[in-house]
């Protein structure tokens, strides 16, 4: 089932859990195959992210299509600096942020590694649209923050968290981690929380309680050690999982049930 060149199917969990970040529509093998793989080692639900118009209409489709999966609608922070029209496109995004099976605004957010200065203008204007979105629609906003600490905590600050924050892959240290909790966020550790040059993560991981943590694949990137720099997948979510229960110190079982009860209360019943 998994395709030549993929890493191996990981054993199953013991009760299932959900993927809460996802780019099936990147990730190179058939979507049906993918959620088939990811559901057999445990993994049942899937969060499908939108990162432009015509991906996030993309998600809205496979959600409507697949009972596995639900989807979130946005633009991506570096995305939002090359509209020729951002405002057309955050309309068309609020449009779609109503369907029944769009259960998150995001991946939005500030990325001050790939969008340089003069470009930070747009996406931060975009950035608060969407917070003001989330707001608007009662759902999660889900965050992508890269070498931005600081300034997201600044814009959500001034503008007003919505109910539920989502930080997507989260990046930062204990301190921020805590900042985050305090304030309510939930915090997505995707497959780098495994990597051998991030103890900080680890650390921040230590530090967030069971209810407030999630887990990540944003596949097909970060995949988790031991298969560093391969294609990722959903079904590889266990290996985080485990990593994850281990650096907490709590049962496997419990941990997958953490995990599933956040991702319920956050983006609702599959």
Request: hydrophobic letters at 40%; aromatic letters at 6%; glycine letters at 8%.
């Amino acid at each position: 089932m998994i395709p030549e060149g993929l890493p191996p199917e990981p054993e199953a969990l013991p009760s299932p859990v959900l993927d809460s970040h996802t780019h099936l529509d990147i990730v190179e093998w058939d979507v049906a195959r993918q959620i088939e793989a990811a559901a057999k080692v445990g993994v049942d639900r899937l969060v499908q992210v939108g990162v432009d118009v015509g991906s996030s209409q993309w998600a809205v489709s496979l959600a409507t299509a697949h009972k596995a999966v639900v989807a979130t609608v946005a633009l991506h922070p570096n995305d939002a600096p090359r509209q020729s029209d951002v405002d057309a496109a955050l309309g068309r995004i609020a449009e779609l942020a109503g369907h029944e099976r769009v259960r998150g605004i995001g991946e939005t957010g500030l990325d001050h590694f790939r969008t340089q200065p003069d470009g930070r203008a747009a996406q931060e204007h975009s950035f608060r649209a969407h917070i003001a979105l989330a707001k608007r629609v009662g759902k999660p906003l889900v965050v992508h923050d890269r070498d931005a600490h600081a300034d997201i905590l600044r814009v959500i600050d001034d503008e007003g968290a919505p109910g539920d924050v989502v930080m997507h892959c989260f990046s930062g240290d204990a301190d921020f981690a805590a900042e985050c909790v305090r304030r309510g966020f939930t915090l997505s550790f995707a497959g780098t929380v495994t990597f051998k040059n991030a103890p900080q993560l680890r650390e921040a991981a230590l530090r967030t309680p069971l209810e407030n943590i999630l887990v990540e694949t944003d596949a097909p990137y970060l995949t988790p050690m031991p298969y560093r720099g391969r294609p990722n997948a959903s079904y590889l979510i266990p290996v985080t999982v485990r990593a994850l229960a281990g650096v907490k110190g709590v049962p496997l079982d419990e941990m997958c049930q953490a995990i599933s009860s956040n991702g319920e209360r956050l983006f609702g019943p599959w």
